[in-house]
């Protein structure tokens, strides 16, 4: 018979305790966790309070600078040990107190004597204040119970579990002076007065309790005590720290000798009666003027949503830095935010432009503050241990790590200062929260530059087109607030359209700032303040990522700049808020056009024409790569890599207008994107200089490929625009083209593009034989994208001469070769072509709108703009075939008003069919329906579009 498996004895609780020497109780038993650092890794793990903390930095706070090589390991077993002592039923991995998360651990004890603590601490400060003195005495004698000693006394060599026992400390400190007003409350004043005369010897720089001392002296009448206390602590304060005591302090002396009645206890009950517990004074009402913040000497234009964010940030987090490039506004948006604050003791600013060390962010601070310290921040800590207060620290960055330390010391000893900090660069502070402040959006912008114009004109109200190159400047300037100011500044000289035109020598431009601060007199001022702050690598890498244009990724930028420290002075770059992080994945860099061209002004033209020519070779082969990338799987990935980085394609191709084989291999490679982006203007602007040099000399040494891609370019591109002229004459080059090409890849390509433009025209036989030979050409290569489009061109030679069946039967194995390949253009065309053919037999109603609404599913997974505009086109023309007059006229309005916002128009692009069934379709539908469904169409968005089509042949019924 067999013997039963054991079940496994359910947990005990897991307590720890760490208010005295650190101590685990696993059920009733005291477990031994080990050695100090087995007990410094639990403590650390406890701070984090059930958070991950990761391996380096347990690591870091176990051994410091200096790990022993097998840190790893160590760490591993100490973290067995502790899982063994602490559930010892789940060993290892399967522990539910000590987890491994991601990279780290996490502790998650049932419960913990400081959280207990800190809790009841904060329940006992809440009924205090809510004027129940009975219940917060019994409260926060419950939290004090808790303390068997000094927090963590055993774990001492630990900074990180140092810094928090300082914490706890505080807090202990906090909640006995609780208790002692709470029993003033209750009438208590002989004891209440005796433990505080005791508290204040133990801890004589803490100002609540010498106040609280003195009110306890006074409530028991003796009125003379109350006043010598108050001398011994302004005696104290000033020995100790050389400093005055708090407002609140000399509040409290003026009222003992007024025999102010705010300071008379309430009659007291009888005696069977429990006495009433007196209401708390109530605070004083902030100074208005107990502060620094200066008055703002202009309205503050937009911000709106900011505010309201960093208003939440700051009652949330203890410190929060605004970051961002120089002009973009950290500081006033700081003091806007400090001017909203009812702090009692504050807000204060405390300016740092001038600061070199650790020394001077604390004198910096006192002087702000009135106060003279002697001893450092450990003493400026002191004196606003009480204290409630904002410091807005300004221009960090120039002292990044002293600030960070002199903040971290003044948090972690003065519960109630908050720090907003403005800096280039974050502080790396513990428990801070980087906000990285926008530039200005939404016509924001504008309004700001209209009302500081107005300032300088005395009136100026553009009109709309004013508005237009406005919104064009703004943009330009980037949003920045300085660079718009400074360009308004210059109304009196210069128009806008003026403003517009000399805006590439923009450092001339804008300047005109404020006489207080050198920083903002120009623009260049300002950009030079952040470029001295960089190390030298990193002021080359800076001009050097200055060559991308409309941003880059970190592939780009290897391929590009030359730089052994990329990685890191990358990350210093962004860190100093000179490099943006757009997002996406991989990550998205941009520079800010102000700091690219202050790049291009001072760097060397050697190093110039070294990263030009590197651009240049990284967007050939990104070019030859999107050739036959757009035309396979991964041609909505080439789609989007495109968006990304036309403005490199664009810069690349200015760069290299007089380098015909380099402009014309990067035209021809990315003709494609402009075709399905339906970007038919750009596409001519770069691509016409192909057909107009075709003859020139130089063009004859240029491979036939590169040739042959440029010129398909501009006969599609022309085919799109409607342009049927400069169709015929492309058409014409690229016969020629065809005719003397050696290379079979240029053959063929030219003859696909041939037989599409010949098919569609009605020359049959050609189109058929061009077709033909791409055809072959494809099955031998093994290509299946030219298979795909071999077989859509016989397709359509048989559709225009009426053979519908083999028409089926060629665009049907076109379609099944491109959608294996994962072709998604040629897919789409071959189903709106089978589609019109459809519709040639009066088959609407069904197979024609079944095959247009997958070639819109087909055309929205590979964002191909201009096939869902044809695709929209003719089912419009299909729903007026079957009588649904209210969709067609809907559909059409939404391809004019989408076709318009890119200058695209499907029935241009095809005047043979789609033009005639715009024409019909208008005829057909009376006016006032055509109107009226015009008008619903331009109102609605493509992706309301995308979810109403598929329903288009029910509407039928």
Request: net charge negative; proline share 6%; glycine share 8%.
């Amino acid at each position: 018979m067999l013997e039963p498996i054991a079940a496994t004895p359910p947990p005990k609780s897991v307590y720890l305790q760490v208010l005295g020497p650190v101590r685990v109780l696993v059920g009733d038993e005291d477990v031994s966790i080990g050695g100090p650092v087995p007990r410094a890794l639990l403590s650390r793990l406890a701070i984090a309070a059930g958070e991950s903390v990761s391996d380096g930095a347990l690591i870091d706070d176990l051994w410091g600078a200096d790990p022993p090589p097998s840190a790893k390991v160590t760490l591993q077993g100490y973290v067995a040990r502790i899982r063994r002592a602490l559930d010892p039923h789940r060993p290892g991995a399967r522990s539910r107190v000590l987890t491994r998360r991601g990279n780290g651990y996490a502790l998650e004890p049932d419960a913990t004597d400081w959280q207990q603590f800190t809790a009841l601490a904060r329940a006992g400060r809440t009924h205090l204040v809510d004027g129940n003195a009975a219940s917060a005495a019994e409260t926060l004698d419950a939290a004090l119970d808790h303390w068997r000693g000094d927090a963590y006394v055993d774990v001492t060599d630990s900074e990180a579990v140092s810094v928090e026992a300082q914490r706890l400390d505080a807090l202990r400190l906090d909640a006995v002076e609780d208790r002692t007003e709470a029993a003033l409350a209750l009438g208590e004043y002989g004891s209440a007065a005796a433990q505080l005369d005791a508290f204040t010897r133990r801890h004589p720089l803490r100002e609540r309790s010498w106040e609280l001392l003195a009110r306890a002296h006074y409530l028991a009448g003796r009125p003379g005590e109350a006043l010598d206390a108050l001398r011994r602590a302004r005696d104290t304060l000033a020995d100790e720290l050389g400093t005055d005591p708090r407002p609140s302090l000399l509040a409290l002396q003026a009222a003992i000798l007024d025999h102010d009645v705010a300071l008379t206890p309430a009659p007291t009950a009888p005696a069977a009666a429990q006495p009433p517990t007196p209401p708390p004074t109530p605070p004083a009402a902030p100074d208005p003027f107990a502060h620094n913040i200066p008055l703002a000497l202009s309205p503050l234009v937009g911000r709106a949503t900011q505010l309201t964010e960093l208003a939440t940030l700051i009652r949330t987090h203890r410190l929060v830095t605004l970051t961002g490039a120089g002009g973009m506004g950290k500081t006033r948006l700081a003091l806007e935010a400090a001017r909203s604050r009812r702090d009692t003791d504050g807000p204060w600013l405390v300016e740092l432009a001038g600061a070199r060390d650790g020394a001077q962010v604390t004198d910096a601070v006192a002087t702000a503050l009135g106060l003279t310290v002697a001893g450092g921040v450990e003493s400026l800590a002191v004196v606003l241990r009480e204290r409630e207060l904002l410091l807005v620290l300004d221009n960090c960055e120039q002292v990044v790590d002293p600030v960070a330390d002199v903040v971290t010391t003044i948090l972690t000893r003065c519960p109630s200062v908050r720090i907003l900090a403005t800096s280039r660069e974050a502080l790396l502070a513990a428990g801070e929260f980087v906000y990285e402040v926008p530039p200005l959006t939404d016509g924001e912008d504008v309004q700001l530059f209209v009302e500081r114009a107005a300032a300088q004109l005395g009136a100026f109200e553009p009109d709309a087109e004013e508005r237009a190159l406005l919104d064009r400047l703004c943009t330009e300037l980037d949003g920045m607030p300085l660079a718009i100011e400074l360009a308004a500044a210059q109304c009196r000289t210069l128009s806008v359209r003026q403003l517009i035109a000399n805006i590439d020598d923009r450092f001339s431009v804008l300047r005109g700032g404020s006489r207080t601060n050198a920083r903002h007199t120009t623009m260049l001022a300002a950009v030079e303040w952040s470029y001295r702050s960089l190390t030298p690598g990193e002021q080359h890498l800076f001009q050097s990522l200055a060559i991308f244009e409309g941003g880059f990724d970190l592939d780009a930028a290897t391929a590009v700049v030359d730089h052994p420290t990329l990685l890191a002075d990358l990350a210093s770059l962004v860190d100093k808020s000179l490099i943006s992080v757009v997002g996406g994945d991989p990550r998205r860099y941009r520079m800010l056009e102000t700091l690219r061209g202050y790049a291009a002004l001072i760097r060397d033209r050697s190093h110039t024409a070294e990263l030009r020519e590197r651009h240049t070779r990284w967007i050939c082969e990104l070019a030859d790569g999107a050739h036959y990338g757009l035309r396979g799987p991964l041609s909505t990935r080439w789609m989007r890599r495109l968006d990304l980085e036309i403005g490199n394609v664009r810069a690349a191709l200015d760069a290299n207008l007089h380098d015909h084989e380099t402009y014309l291999r990067i035209a021809g490679g990315v003709y494609w994107y402009w075709y399905r982006a339906g970007h038919v203007a750009e596409a001519l602007s770069y691509l016409d200089p192909a057909l107009q040099q075709h003859d020139a000399p130089a063009m004859s040494d240029i491979p036939s490929p590169i040739r042959v891609r440029a010129v398909s370019g501009v006969t599609l591109i022309r085919y799109l625009a409607g342009d049927m002229v400069g169709l015929l004459e492309a058409f014409g080059r690229l016969a020629e083209l065809h005719a003397h090409a050696a290379d079979p890849v240029a053959r063929t390509e030219a003859a696909l593009i041939l037989a599409f433009f010949e098919a569609g025209s009605g020359l049959v036989e050609q189109a058929r034989a061009h077709a033909t030979s791409a055809l072959d050409f494809a099955r031998r290569a093994e290509q299946p994208f030219t298979e795909a489009e071999a077989l859509m061109c016989l397709g359509t030679a048989d559709f225009r001469a009426g053979a519908y069946d083999d028409a089926a039967r060629n665009l049907g194995a076109a379609t099944r070769v491109a959608a294996e390949y994962g072709y998604g253009w040629c897919e789409a065309s071959t189903l709106w072509i089978d589609a019109k053919a459809d519709l040639a037999q009066d088959k609407w109603g069904g197979p024609a709108e079944d095959k247009l609404i997958r070639m819109v599913a087909v055309c929205e997974s590979n964002d191909d703009v201009t096939s869902w505009l044809v695709a929209v086109a003719t089912l419009a023309y299909a729903a007026f075939r079957r009588g649904d007059h209210d969709s067609a006229a809907e559909l059409t309005g939404v391809v004019a008003k989408q076709g318009a916002l890119i200058g695209y128009h499907p029935h241009a692009m095809d005047p043979v069919d789609l033009a005639r069934y715009d024409r019909e379709l208008r005829a057909g539908i009376p006016s006032d329906r055509l109107e009226a469904g015009l008008s619903r169409g331009a109102a609605l968005s493509r992706d309301r579009v995308t979810i109403r089509v598929p329903d288009a042949p029910a509407r039928s019924a």
